[in-house]
C-alpha cells in the first residue's frame, strides 16, 4: 500500500467566527475541505501546508502548530493516507481561484457548518478554552 502524506491548513477568523473552506472538484460531485493537500518530495509537512493553502486560495499562510492527525486506507487506491492539520495565520495574498480544474469555490465558512464538512474527513472541531483544537482520529478503511 502506497502512503501519501497530506497537509491541510486551519484558518480561523475570530472576527467572523469563520473558516477558511475550499469547494473541491470531484468527478461527478463537490465537497467542501480546508485547503491542503499531497506533500511533494523533498518538501517538508509545513511547506506542502503553505503551498497547498496559496495554490488552492491565493492566500500567503504562516503555519502553527499542529493541531490534527488522521489516516484512512483507501482500499480502491491501494493508498495509506496520513492527514496533518496545521493552525494557519494570513500574512499576505488575496482570495482567488487559480487551479479552476480542481477548485470550484474559496469561501469563509461559519464555524457549525464548517465542522459538518470537516467531520466527513476525519476532523471533530472541539472548543477548549476558546480555542479550537482537533485530536488524531484512525479513519479505518474506505473501499
Given at each position: 500500500?502506497k502512503?501519501v502524506?497530506?497537509?491541510?491548513?486551519?484558518i480561523?477568523?475570530e472576527n467572523?467566527q469563520?473558516?477558511l473552506?475550499?469547494?473541491?472538484?470531484?468527478?461527478?460531485?463537490?465537497d467542501f475541505?480546508?485547503?491542503g493537500?499531497?506533500?511533494?518530495?523533498?518538501?517538508t509537512?509545513s511547506?506542502?501546508?503553505?503551498?497547498?493553502t496559496?495554490?488552492?486560495?491565493?492566500?500567503?499562510?504562516?503555519?502553527?502548530?499542529?493541531?490534527a492527525?488522521s489516516e484512512v486506507f483507501?482500499?480502491s487506491?491501494?493508498?495509506?493516507?496520513?492527514f496533518?492539520t496545521f493552525?494557519?495565520r494570513i500574512i499576505?495574498?488575496?482570495m482567488r481561484i487559480?487551479?479552476p480544474?480542481?477548485?470550484?469555490?474559496?469561501?469563509?465558512m461559519?464555524?457549525?457548518?464548517a465542522?459538518?464538512w470537516l467531520?466527513k474527513?476525519?476532523i471533530e472541531?472541539?472548543?477548549q478554552s476558546s480555542r479550537?483544537?482537533?485530536?488524531?482520529?484512525?479513519?479505518?478503511?474506505v473501499?
Amino acid at each position: 500500500m502506497k502512503r501519501v502524506d497530506v497537509s491541510y491548513s486551519f484558518i480561523f477568523d475570530e472576527n467572523k467566527q469563520a473558516v477558511l473552506m475550499v469547494k473541491n472538484r470531484r468527478e461527478d460531485s463537490f465537497d467542501f475541505t480546508l485547503p491542503g493537500g499531497a506533500v511533494e518530495a523533498g518538501e517538508t509537512l509545513s511547506q506542502a501546508a503553505v503551498r497547498e493553502t496559496r495554490e488552492e486560495t491565493g492566500y500567503e499562510i504562516e503555519v502553527g502548530n499542529l493541531i490534527a492527525v488522521s489516516e484512512v486506507f483507501f482500499a480502491s487506491k491501494g493508498h495509506h493516507a496520513v492527514f496533518f492539520t496545521f493552525m494557519g495565520r494570513i500574512i499576505g495574498g488575496e482570495m482567488r481561484i487559480s487551479r479552476p480544474e480542481e477548485i470550484a469555490d474559496v469561501v469563509w465558512m461559519d464555524v457549525s457548518s464548517a465542522a459538518r464538512w470537516l467531520r466527513k474527513g476525519g476532523i471533530e472541531l472541539q472548543e477548549q478554552s476558546s480555542r479550537l483544537g482537533a485530536p488524531y482520529r484512525d479513519r479505518g478503511i474506505v473501499k
